[in-house]
């Protein structure tokens, strides 16, 4: 089984590295992991970030599954390129696998960034604007997409002390992937 392994992973200074950790946990558990940065890309190129679109693109068609890194990523909420893979593969009917490393509610993760008060039985943030509050990690969409397509989200138990290094709720995505190759 193919995994496609999205997520803002590839912004961190050691982005190379963590996919390779990605990449070894999967082969330890019978798969095939894709890191979007095994693409061979030309960035100086004035196509570039095509390049990088559809070089990722064809690595979620060659893709049975997604894992996706919903670890808020410069904001409240998840990395919106992620968020597309994420919509990309549930459209195709694959299988979709996510975790988040950040297990607060999502209205509590726009509370850090932003007042929050109750009006009129809704909380709203600084600007008047509804903040969605059904006691899901994420946006609605994604959570069910997740357990429509795929497993329901993974969180740990407490945040990890690095997000975005800890693999722990990763690697139980690619157990989850590898109990449904075998069932299969």
Known sequence: MKIYLAGPDVFLPDAIEIGRRKVAICERHG???????DNAIDLAAPDASRQIFCGNEAMMDAADAIIANLTPFRGAGADPGTVYELGYMAGRRRFCMAYCNDGATYADRVGRFTDVRSEDGRLVDAQGLTVEDFGLVDN???????????????TPV???????????????CVRMAAARLIAT
Request: proline residues 8%.
């Open 140 to 154: 609605l969409m994604m959570i069910h997409a997740l357990e429509l397509h795929g497993c329901p989200l993974v």
């Open 31 to 37: 798969l095939t992991g894709l890191y979007p940065l």
């Open 158 to 172: 407490a945040m990890p002390i690095d997000v975005w290094r800890d693999l722990a709720a990763f690697e139980t």
